[in-house]
């Protein structure tokens, strides 16, 4: 394995934001870590690249523990932070020779394997990073995180503020970064991002909810689900929640994402209880769950857990 996690705890001021998290990345995989913001996401990378000490649990990476030897572990990774963290005031040029002089290697000397991701910039290289648009310091910072050949490329958010062509360009050179065996450890809140990866880990509040490949989640899901819509969004998604056979309801875009306690209650059934509560144009039909629905089942189960607890 390139990265073992065991039961790593964290916590600030008395808040938890990591519970016992255990997982491992294999050698070339691209491992998602999917979650809403605050999950515990950005701590957990910063536990992995040595910025950040955990209060119990170990971390180890390339069988090297990552809080005993913290000097190796950082030639083995490149990270890209949350936040676009190069120096706005140099040039796309400047900052890569920077990073580049920090791990004691050149620009030509590594040129090879950023290539594919800096030849987009390079017209720009004279331009001040801080007069990059989103998509341009994404692929900036990524050449910074790649320029001293590492084993584990760690990514923290990296596609949050860009446009949705910019997301699928870097999703594709990450997908090229693979091919070359680099190891990459990326988190989103993206939850279509999840079918990218080979395997995700789901989480939530600081718990680990699940680990696998995205459609071994899928498959998973063994609940029937039901996609409602009516004329009126607001009061439907209240008026299913009320409902006591409910067991959960979720706005997916312009409809809502249903499952409920009792399988034998029908969509006529459904329907019928909608009519009765005035709502009119309802539509109601099976669907197949996808990653977002899988999540939003298990963080339900989990606060069931926490409750029943």
């Known amino acids: 394995m390139t990265l073992n ?3 790593i705890n964290k916590s600030f001021e008395g808040l938890q934001a990591l519970t016992d998290i255990t997982f491992s990345v294999k050698e070339g995989e691209l491992f998602g870590l999917i979650g809403p913001d605050g999950s515990g996401k950005t701590t957990l990378f910063r536990i992995i690249t040595t910025l950040l000490l955990p209060d119990r649990g170990e971390v180890n990476l390339f069988g090297i523990n990552v809080l005993e030897n913290y000097k190796k572990i950082r030639q083995l990774v490149g990270y890209m932070a949350g936040r676009f963290s190069l120096y706005h005031d140099l040039t796309v040029e ?3 020779k920077f990073y580049a002089t920090v791990f004691g290697t050149t620009i030509e000397k590594n040129y090879d394997l950023i290539k594919d991701v800096y030849c987009q910039i390079e017209p720009f290289k004279t331009r001040k990073a801080g007069k990059l648009s989103g998509g341009m310091k994404q692929k900036l910072a990524l050449s910074c995180a790649l320029i ?3 084993k ?3 990514l923290d958010e990296p596609t949050t503020g860009v446009d949705a062509v910019s997301r699928m360009e870097f999703w594709e050179m990450l ?3 693979q ?3 680099i190891t990459i450890l990326v988190s989103t809140s993206y939850m279509d991002e999840a079918s990218l990866c080979d395997r995700v880990g789901l989480i939530q509040k600081g718990n680990l909810l699940s680990v696998n490949k995205p459609e071994k989640i899928i498959t998973e899901y063994q609940k029937e689900l039901l996609s409602v819509s009516s004329d009126n969004l607001y009061k439907l998604v209240n008026d299913l929640r009320s409902e006591k056979n409910t067991h959960s309801a979720f706005l997916f875009g312009q409809s809502v994402h249903l499952t409920r306690k009792d399988q034998n209650i029908t969509a006529e059934q459904v329907v019928k ?5 005035g709502h009119e144009n309802i539509r109601v039909k099976v669907i197949k769950p996808g990653i977002e629905d899988c999540f939003m089942d298990l963080m339900n189960e989990e606060d069931e857990v926490l409750l029943s607890g």
């Open 94 to 96: 400047e900052n890569l």
């Open 152 to 154: 584990l490329l760690v």
């Open 175 to 177: 997908k090229r970064l």
């Open 148 to 150: 001293h050949k590492p």
């Open 5 to 7: 996690i065991t039961d």
């Open 179 to 181: 091919k070359r065996g």
């Open 273 to 277: 209880y909608l009519q009765h509560n």
